[in-house]
């Protein structure tokens, strides 16, 4: 087989000289720049594996002026040659081509594990998000009751200045006779307050306070429209939505802070630890949720539906109630509603025992 | 493929320029803003690419471009060519720092040179630059020169430039030389490039050396620097007050670390 060398020798450039080549079966013979032939015996020839990359193939062998090395880049006939090797040469070929594969092998996995290394923090960041409700819901659950009340009564206090609480009035009772209604059997002991306030809106606090404004008393027609939002609102207390909010925020920080360097870290971590605001998934889970209890409790679900539809009508005004903002569109918690009552089919109704006219009256 | 042959001079010691002579027709490249001047007649001309002609289409003159942006070189590439009637005329490309411009006639080393990235400088047009990756992890990592190294290919001249002093050696078969990881300039293809771990802790930790070298070996001719770059910049920066005289020296982890804490600010000056 002829091929052409970039060959080293004694008396050859020091760069190399590219020289023809030919093995047969028991020589290498190389054809020097003055067309003398030099021929070796395969049997004196080693062959070794080399160059940038471990690309070149040289054949070395030495003589008494020193050594010799010819040297063949060409994978094509690489190819050829583990092929059809020379019998002299089969074993040490044999050798050289599996010290190739195994140094792209070795290549191929080197650089897959430095590229998962540097992919690594992504992935997790990924796997984080995707699995973010099921770890936010484990990282929430370790919380002991005790740290929840506290952190619920740091909000309540901070919250406390910024209210008009209404206190010893007909809606008092009827909030506090609803609510204890919709959380029988809680491990939370609830308070409930009434809050001088015109927007249709209530809120919970993690660890068993919800307050009510007195407009959402005003804009109710019946005590089962309160209760839907009580039912609602008992629901973010009972999936300690506020926890698991804060613990996707601090987890989603970390997981950025990780793959992309410092994000200024305990500025961001504050401000989402005050925002803290429910995410539309917690509240369709509390629309959901909510629903059920109406239903163990015996409660008209209708109520719920009407509430939703005054809040709807409001927001098509201009001003929104505040309730709104973080919350999925209402249309869409409507229809969600009511395809949820009607899987659920039919319950027992028992109207709710409360003088609703002289409820409304006492916060006008 | 037709190279241009062209005529140079060098001038300067260790801040050196090159002067190419173009016959009428001929053509050099050179690294963008590397020329220094260029007498009538020489028109200067931008194309994408690398301006050899192996690369044909729009995409293969892109995948060119993109090669060259691996590398550390601009997307463009400067082409000054002789397009007077007649006589020689001159243009000179000058090395951006201190060091030694090495001619390299791209047949006598077997038509491929691979070189370090960042040190070309200028050519004969019709050579190709491309890239050399490096696939040993270990010498990617370690090695002094990152994963990605120049290629030149051709039957032309090509000019190489690095810092201080360069060396050449010429490596017999089967001959090792063990080099500083940051002083490799450029080699043949035939040569083995490695890296060897220095061996001994203590050695690695406190003989500022690095944790390894890079073990060369023959046949083939290698072209070694005295002066990296990176190790003059670092020892200004050391000496700059300005600067805080945080340091890292080439290839090596450890020293980098020792010099650049408190300690070694207060150890390792050397104002």
Redesign the interface.
């Known amino acids: 087989m002829q091929f052409q060398s970039?060959s080293?020798?004694p008396g050859l450039?020091?760069?190399?000289s590219?020289l023809a080549a030919r093995l047969d079966s028991f020589h290498l013979t190389l054809t020097l720049a003055d067309a003398r032939p030099l021929s070796v015996p395969l049997t004196q020839v080693q062959v070794a594996v080399?160059?940038?990359?471990?690309?070149?193939w040289?054949f070395?062998w030495s003589d008494s002026q020193?050594?010799?090395?010819v040297?063949l880049?060409d994978p094509a006939t690489q190819q050829a040659l583990l092929a059809q090797p020379p019998a002299a040469l089969a074993a040490a070929l044999a050798g050289v081509g599996k010290t190739q594969r195994r140094?792209?092998t070795?290549?191929r996995l080197?650089?897959g594990a430095?590229g998962l290394w540097f992919a690594l923090p992504v992935l997790l960041l990924v796997a984080l998000l995707w699995n973010a409700s099921t770890l936010t819901g484990w990282a929430a659950s370790r919380v002991p009751l005790k740290t929840e009340q506290k952190l619920g009564e740091m909000v309540w206090k901070s919250q406390k200045t910024q209210l008009r609480l209404v206190e010893n009035t007909a809606a008092n009772a009827a909030v506090a006779t609803i609510g204890a209604k919709l959380t029988q059997g809680s491990r939370y002991s609830y308070r409930w307050f009434v809050t001088r306030d015109h927007s249709i809106n209530a809120f919970a606090i993690p660890g068993g306070t919800v307050v009510v404004h007195t407009g959402l008393i005003e804009a109710a027609k019946t005590p089962e429209e309160l209760a839907g939002v009580l039912a609602h609102e008992v629901q973010h207390i009972e999936q300690r939505h506020s926890l698991r909010a804060m613990a996707q925020s601090l987890g989603t920080m970390a997981a950025l802070g990780m793959v992309f360097g410092d994000v200024s870290g305990i500025a961001q971590i504050a401000a989402s630890l005050s925002q803290l605001s429910y995410s539309r998934d917690a509240e369709r889970d509390a629309d959901a949720r909510g629903l059920a209890v109406l239903k163990a409790a015996a409660i008209d679900p209708q109520g719920m539906v009407r509430m939703f539809e005054t809040l709807g009508k409001e927001s098509e005004g201009l001003n929104p109630p505040a309730m709104l903002s973080s919350h999925p569109a209402t249309a869409e918690r409507i229809a969600r509603l009511k395809e949820a009552i009607a899987e659920a089919g039919s319950w027992p109704v028992q109207p709710l025992a409360v003088d609703w006219p002289a409820v409304q009256a006492s916060v006008r | 493929m037709a190279m241009d042959v062209i005529d140079y001079k060098l001038y300067g010691e260790d801040m050196q320029f090159v002067e190419i002579e173009l016959d009428p027709g001929e053509a050099a490249i050179g690294e963008a803003g590397a020329m220094m001047f260029m007498e009538d007649g020489i028109v200067m001309d931008t194309v994408f690419g690398d301006g050899s002609s192996q690369q044909k289409g729009f995409w293969g003159k892109l995948a060119g471009a993109g090669k060259r942006l691996v590398t550390g070189e601009g997307l463009f590439t400067t082409v000054f060519q002789h397009q007077g009637p007649s006589g020689k005329r001159k243009v000179a490309f000058a090395a951006p720092y201190p060091g030694t411009i090495i001619p390299v006639n791209l047949p006598?080393?077997?038509g491929t040179l691979?070189c370090q990235k960042d040190s070309f400088l200028c050519a004969a047009k019709g050579v190709a630059l491309g890239i050399?990756?490096?696939?040993?992890?270990g010498v990617g990592l370690f090695g002094g020169e990152g994963f990605i190294m120049q290629k030149l290919e051709g039957d032309g001249l090509a000019f190489v430039h690095a810092g201080g002093t360069l060396y050449r050696r010429?490596l017999?078969?089967?001959e090792t030389l063990r080099v500083d990881t940051g002083c490799i300039v450029a080699?043949?293809?035939?040569?083995?490039?490695d890296i060897q771990y220095v061996g001994k802790l203590k050695s690695a930790l406190f003989s500022g050396e690095g944790l390894f070298y890079a073990v060369l070996?023959?046949?083939?001719?290698v072209w070694l620097q005295s002066l990296p770059l990176s190790r003059m910049a670092n020892r200004i920066v050391m000496a700059a007050p300005a600067l805080g005289g945080r340091s890292q020296d080439q290839g090596s982890l450890l020293g980098g670390l020792a010099t650049g804490g408190l300690l070694g600010g207060m150890l390792g000056g050397d104002e």
């Open positions: 970039l080293y020798g450039p020091p760069g190399g590219r080399g160059g940038f990359n471990d690309t070149v040289r070395e020193g050594r010799w090395a040297t880049e140094a792209r070795r290549t080197g650089l430095l | 006598d080393v077997g691979i050399a990756f490096q696939r040993k992890l010429d017999k078969p089967g080699m043949q293809t035939s040569v083995s490039f070996q023959g046949p083939g001719t």
